[in-house]
């Protein structure tokens, strides 16, 4: 039997600082990073996002919370 990787999406937000950005994925608690550039701050939030999910995601100490999405009629 073969084992296929599970593809997710996390959501991510990104705020200029003084030297570039912060990166951080609100689902997962603690996950936050930081780039000099907005790529770069995407490929250091996606390795903090898998070594956040490595590290014992689904545990007790680090729970995904349920993720849903709404709309919001914006006038």
Not at 24 to 45: N, V
């Amino acid at each position: 039997m073969t084992t296929r990787d599970v593809v997710e999406e996390f959501e991510i937000l990104m705020e200029p600082d003084e030297d570039g950005f912060h990166v951080w994925c609100p689902a997962l608690k603690g996950c936050h990073s930081w780039g000099a550039t907005k790529d770069e701050g995407r490929e250091r939030i996606k390795e903090a996002i898998e070594l956040w999910l490595e590290g014992g995601a689904g545990t007790s100490e680090r729970h995904i919370p349920d993720r849903e999405r709404i709309k919001v009629r914006v006038p």
